[in-house]
């Protein structure tokens, strides 16, 4: 007995101990977004220091942009999610209640453009949005968004309206009730958690996009994936401003990451895990 | 009279309600297609034409897909891109499954290991990728603050060093999505029959022969996703190289997506860039399509 007690208080101490390794990367950034430029630098980096908010306020600071990138990071990733969802939910509601022979065929191929590398459409997409003048245009890269989480959004969705049992669309019938009174007064209020995740995950994976953001935007529309990939350039100057305004970028997505982990496994693999 | 217009007011009703989830599916579908599939054969046509600068659609047949091959930076790219692919592979899907084994043991505080583990997924890899980046580089991160603690000889190099800086990649890339392969496999733990185990247990069998002979052998379904989805993130892998080398030093991270983009946009190339990334949609599409028609069609039909 007292055995494996202490094999099970080993092993608790080993995945703590794995847990600090995988944080460490972000642990040094945080930490290091807390410092001065001058002790960043200093001489044996101790991880006992005053904690001063002295970078946090360089970055924030007038001129170094960080409130235009932020809001357009937030203007793309919202109005992406919202014009996802509500294409998404008629579709999804369409192909989960009124099945045809081609619904599974449908649902096929809008997942399999998940998985399509983005660099097999940026020739197209470059060409097309540089005649419509949408390069550098937030619109432009919020339709892109839009598409990008598109067949993600419609597959989640999709999944949770399967999840509701076929009784309740049934009883609503009899009722009496239209198509559309069934989905927003029984359906929509049922499948709203779903919903609510659905969309969470989808403002995650547009607050980290950096693919189109780095390709389609110079300054107007940049967010702030391209904000961050210009410090490389700078490298070491202003490593602690750089920390800060990393970690401004970071802290939303771990909050709303805590909420959304399950939703991230289920639709990073398609439903093999649930 | 009213018998026959109220069965005409059904028959449109009904006819309606056929065409309305046709309706209401069409934009979702036809943005996806029109995006996806229609760029994609776009891409396809461009590879087989003389653009370089710009798009010059004169058919020139496989003369880009001969320079791509001829092209020695393609053969680095090709060469990194199997290099970091089968040990991302190899070692997410092996250390995610024993950390899920490890979290399977009834562990203090699961959830909040379980979310740190996930955390590096959910990051956007630029921001997580430049704090690695400024972590290994020898001027600033480990290698310096072992020099300041003392141990002067300490020396690690690797993203600056052109025969080792891919392998730096792959820590940072193994790190980000271990935990979620973690989290792929202790879902598929917990939903193992525990009757086989009780009767292993009983019979006296020893731990690891258990894991070895009875639970590895029925998550075999779990390994199958962790590949395909390892495997396609491993070639779509572009915001991980962007923000830790930019493909340096020189040629010795470039990768398929890196190659694609610099001959796009940097080369003028648009023809061989075309082709490139032709050649990585051809080896997803391989991987994905059997992978999706088993995964989403299967348990229906």
């Known amino acids: ?274 | 009279m009213s018998h026959s217009s109220s069965k005409r007011e059904m028959s449109a009703r009904a006819r309606w309600q056929a065409w309305l989830p046709k309706l209401v599916l069409a934009p979702s579908l036809a943005l996806v297609l029109f995006f996806v599939y229609g760029f994609i054969l776009w891409t396809s046509y461009i590879s087989f034409s003389a653009s370089d600068m710009l798009p010059n659609y004169t058919w020139v047949g496989t003369h880009q897909w001969s320079r791509l091959w001829g092209s020695w930076t393609w053969g680095i790219a090709l060469h990194n891109i199997w290099v970091f692919s089968l040990l991302y592979i190899v070692s997410c899907t092996l250390l995610g499954l024993l950390l899920a084994i490890l979290l399977d043991q009834r562990i203090r505080a699961e959830g909040l290991l379980r979310t740190i583990y996930l955390y590096p997924m959910a990051l956007s890899f630029i921001v997580t990728g430049t704090a690695w980046q400024w972590f290994l580089n020898p001027g600033l991160g480990l290698e310096k603050t072992m020099h300041e603690l003392g141990w002067t000889s300490f020396s690690f190099d690797w993203l600056i060093n052109a025969d080792m800086a891919i392998y730096t990649v792959v820590i940072a890339a193994v790190w980000q999505a271990t935990g979620f392969v973690m989290a792929m496999f202790l879902a598929g733990l917990r939903g193992i029959d525990g009757e086989m185990i009780k009767a292993a247990q009983i019979d006296g069998a020893p731990v690891w022969k258990i894991y070895l002979r009875i639970i590895i052998p029925q998550l075999r379904p779990v390994f199958l996703s962790a590949v395909v989805v390892l495997a396609h993130l491993a070639i779509k892998s572009f915001d991980l190289i962007v923000a830790m080398t930019g493909g340096g030093p020189g040629n010795a991270t470039t990768v398929p997506a890196t190659f694609m983009y610099s001959y796009a946009f940097s080369r003028n190339e648009m023809g061989i860039a075309a082709a490139s990334a032709v050649f990585m949609l051809a080896v997803i599409a391989a991987l994905i399509v059997p992978y999706l028609y088993s995964e989403l069609r299967g348990p229906r039909s």
């Open chain 1, 1 to 274: 007995m007292t055995e494996s007690r202490l094999t099970n208080t080993l092993l608790t101490l080993l995945t703590y101990a794995v847990a600090i390794v995988m944080f460490f990367p972000i642990l040094w950034m945080f930490l290091t977004a807390f410092k001065t430029e001058q002790t960043a630098f200093d001489i044996v980096p101790h991880f006992l220091f005053t904690p001063t908010l002295d970078s946090f306020k360089l970055a924030l600071a007038q001129g170094n942009g960080y409130w235009h990138y932020a809001f357009n990071s937030a203007l793309s990733a919202v109005a992406s999610t919202l014009i996802g969802l509500v294409l998404a939910v008629p579709a999804a509601y369409a192909m989960a209640f009124f099945p045809s022979k081609r619904t599974d065929f449908t649902l096929v191929w809008m997942v399999s453009t998940k998985f399509i590398p983005a660099v097999g459409v940026l020739i197209p997409v470059f060409m097309v949005y540089k005649s419509l003048g949408l390069l550098d245009n937030i619109w432009g890269l919020t339709m892109l968004f839009t598409a990008m989480n598109l067949p993600l959004i419609v597959w989640m969705v999709y999944s949770y309206f399967k999840d509701i049992p076929k009784d309740i669309i049934e009883a609503a019938d009899i009722d009496g009730a239209g198509t559309l009174q069934t989905m927003v007064k029984v359906v929509l209020p049922l499948a709203l958690p779903g919903l609510a995740s659905t969309g969470l995950l989808a403002l995650i994976l547009a607050w980290n996009e950096s693919f189109w953001s780095l390709t389609m935007t110079d300054h107007k529309a940049a967010t702030l994936a391209v904000f961050i990939a210009s410090f490389k350039s700078a490298e070491g100057l202003f490593w602690a401003k750089m920390s800060a305004a990393s970690v401004l970028t970071v802290t939303p997505i771990i909050i709303l990451g805590w909420f959304a982990q399950r939703q991230m496994v289920r639709g990073l693999t398609f439903g093999a895990v649930k």
